[in-house]
């Protein structure tokens, strides 16, 4: 598609396609060290979510060694995998989180 400019010229203008960004799962993986209500808690804190929800999911980490609690932008993912890390390692625990695109 071209338009026409103020002095005459023809300037061709090119139609883009925005794309959205990549999304990121955080997933929660099982250790045998991690208390389950510890797990529950991390839940509630950094994934919003209520005691039920964060319990079940805690109970599929434990059977399926890991649960998506969620799924956000790479700098959202990215930040809550540290805060869960953070918090994690300041009470002791060996727990891991991590982000992958979906």
């Known amino acids: 598609m071209a338009t026409k400019h103020e ?10 396609k925005l794309k959205a960004p990549p999304m990121y799962q955080v997933l ?12 529950v808690a991390i ?3 950094y994934f919003n979510k209520d005691r039920e929800t964060a319990t079940h999911l805690m ?3 434990h059977r399926d060694g890991k649960a998506v609690c969620g799924v956000y ?3 959202i993912a990215s930040t809550k995998v540290d805060l869960v890390l953070t918090h994690a390692r300041k009470a002791g625990h060996p727990l891991q ?4 695109e979906v």
Request: glycine share 2%; hydrophobic share 35%; proline share 3%.
């Open 7 to 16: 002095n005459g010229t023809l300037i061709e203008r090119r139609e883009q």
């Open 28 to 39: 929660l993986l099982n250790d045998d060290y991690t208390p389950m209500e510890f797990v």
């Open 43 to 45: 839940i509630q804190e």
């Open 59 to 61: 109970l599929k980490v």
């Open 73 to 75: 932008s790479k700098d």
């Open 97 to 100: 989180c991590v982000m992958e």
